[in-house]
Nanobody, 127 residues
Framework: QWQLVESGGGLVQPGGSLRLSCTTS????????IGWFRQAPGKEREGVSC???????VYVDSVKGRFTISRDNPKNTIYLRMNSLRPDDTAVYFC?????????????????????WGQGTQVTVSS
């Protein structure tokens, strides 16, 4: 059974940093692209960043230069390092799998191309 579990969320002050982890099991992580999404209350789920099987990455404009996505396939884990956090980064963060061919063609902004999802981890940026 496929499984993705997010962790590392919490409360952080503006300007602070946080690293999220997405631990996977039940499938060959080497064969899939992974996306990080976030959803704030009352807002649509937003694509934040993706990493494909060849290590190529995509970021939404609002996080470029602040967030870094990476993967450690032997540990079955994907990371999202978040620096210079702002209050509008507050959301539940999710990781999800996708066919890398779709990511290459369409990017990582469309949730329709992502098949399996974790339960999310809460990130709150506040003083």
């Amino acid at each position: 059974q496929w499984q993705l579990v997010e962790s590392g969320g919490g409360l952080v002050q503006p300007g602070g940093s946080l690293r999220l982890s997405c631990t996977t099991s039940g499938f060959d992580l080497d064969s899939y692209a992974i996306g990080w999404f976030r959803q704030a209350p009352g807002k649509e789920r937003e694509g934040v960043s993706c990493i494909s099987t060849d290590g190529s990455t995509v970021y939404v404009d609002s996080v470029k230069g602040r967030f870094t996505i990476s993967r450690d396939n032997p540990k079955n884990t994907i990371y999202l390092r978040m620096n210079s956090l702002r209050p509008d980064d507050t959301a539940v963060y999710f990781c999800a799998t996708a066919d890398p061919r779709y990511v290459k063609t369409y990017g990582c902004s469309d949730v329709r191309y992502f098949d399996d999802w974790g339960q999310g981890t809460q990130v709150t940026v506040s003083s």
